[in-house]
């Protein structure tokens, strides 16, 4: 019998499977998540064992490391040194040894101890198979294996009640302290080896934050801080600029709030919004030139974005549910990738219905008129191409959360 490839799952199947995996795993004892546990990472792991090993092959985190293509990956991908570079041998035994983990405890990969040295084997070469095909598969993977850990711990209440919070300061500064707890249990961060185990707890946190935050839509973490907003795919990556960042060129050393002031400026000078129609200055009119998604930069909104682009969504280009007020910069480098406005970058598309989302709650909660969930509903019909949600907002939400892959 063909065993079925996880492409070809359910969500919940896949999920299922996952599952199994964890609670069949044996790990040897290997923390379930750490620093450089992250989707890229695992890609990159896992797309090496893949065309390396075979099923009975025990090998260990320097027989990964000593594979050329991986070697030429993480110099060209990471812009780090060789890995045969002395200076760097402790860096990268976390670099590999913490995603190999991470597939032992999901059982993917079977572990064991040899004298001090940890190996590891295929276990699951099917869902190794789909972590290695591409980065975005390999999101899927990590997003649902720290759903299925969570819930395995018996945890994940914690996070849906985040979900059904404000999602405040003090809402994140809760969910972190018992997540600085869950690892102590599950992992004895602080027992050994960790002279700040109150800082590496909060980073790991940010590992497994960001990838459920961006999957249900919520606010994550940055800088031991609530986010202003929805994650985005590269909030999640390692040891690279944040996806804003990486639009506009922002140099490192300069903070975010700085270099957003500079971009609202530079766009400022570059040509007025064209063929601009009356719906569109009413919905720029109805937010009072404030943005729509949260923002920094300061700037006024005086751009309205079709979320649905209008060339490929004609019918599309007046419903006001599909419009969102934001400004220049959002508009010119993030929405459109290299201020090309043929294109929308599909992240920032999923989390701008969520934002538009929240606009239409509070129009319908006033009693305005301007908005409705009837409208939204029907962007996403056409936009998505998939039958229409119930007209509310807990179907709606659902509706853009499964747009995630």
């Known amino acids: ?26 790990s040897a004892g290997a ?29 260990d985190r320097f027989d990964v490391a000593r594979i050329a293509s991986v070697q030429q990956d993480i110099q060209r991908e990471y812009g780090k040194p060789n890995v045969s570079d002395e200076a ?40 190794l198979r789909y972590i ?14 720290l759903e299925q850990t969570l819930r395995e711990f018996g945890w994940w209440w914690r996070f849906e009640a985040y979900l ?17 707890r869950l690892l102590e249990d599950t992992t004895g961060i602080g027992s050994r080896g960790t002279s700040q185990p109150g800082v590496e707890s909060g980073r790991i946190f940010t590992k497994v934050m960001n990838p459920l935050a961006f999957k249900y839509l919520a606010r994550g973490s940055e800088r031991g801080r609530v986010m202003e907003s929805i994650p985005s ?27 957003a002031l500079e971009r609202e400026q530079e766009a400022a000078l570059l040509p007025e919004q064209t063929n601009v129609t009356r719906t569109m200055r009413e919905v720029r009119k109805y937010h009072r030139d404030i943005s ?75 009693q305005d008129g301007m908005y409705s969930y009837e409208g939204l509903a029907k962007v996403l019909e ?3 191409g998939i039958p229409r949600p119930e007209s509310n907002y807990a179907a709606i939400k659902a509706a853009i959360i499964s747009q995630i892959y």
């Open 31 to 59: 923390r379930w998540i750490d620093q450089k546990v992250t989707y890229d990472n695992l890609f990159l792991v896992a797309n090496s064992i893949e065309r390396a090993f075979g099923d009975d092959v025990w090998f």
């Open 292 to 366: 729509e998604v949260p923002y920094s930069g300061g700037g006024k909104a005086r751009h309205v974005h079709h979320i649905f682009p209008k060339s490929q969504f004609p019918q599309l280009s007046e419903v006001e549910e599909n419009l969102l007020a934001i400004t220049s910069g959002q508009h010119l480098f993030e929405a459109h990738p290299n201020g090309n406005t043929q294109t929308v970058e599909p992240v920032f598309q999923r989390n701008a219905l969520v934002y538009k989302l929240r606009s239409v709650r509070r129009s319908v909660e006033k």
């Open 132 to 145: 290695a095909r591409n980065e975005t598969q390999a999101r899927a993977f990590l997003i649902q294996y």
């Open 382 to 384: 056409i936009g998505y």
């Open 233 to 259: 795919r590269f909030d999640l990556i390692y040891n690279r600029p944040n996806f804003r960042d990486l639009n506009s060129k922002k140099p490192k050393n300069q903070t975010r709030k700085q270099f």
């Open 88 to 127: 760097a041998a402790n860096e990268y035994d976390k670099f590999f040894s913490q995603p190999l983990n991470a597939l032992a405890h999901a059982g993917v990969l079977d572990s064991r101890r040899v004298s001090r040295t940890r190996k590891y084997r295929v276990n699951d070469r099917s869902l």
């Open 1 to 26: 019998m063909t065993e079925t490839p996880y492409d070809s799952l359910s969500d919940q199947d896949f999920a299922e499977r996952i599952r199994a995996g964890i609670q069949s795993a044996d």
């Open 164 to 180: 059904d919070s404000d999602q405040t300061q003090d809402d994140y500064r809760d969910l972190k302290s018992q997540f600085v």
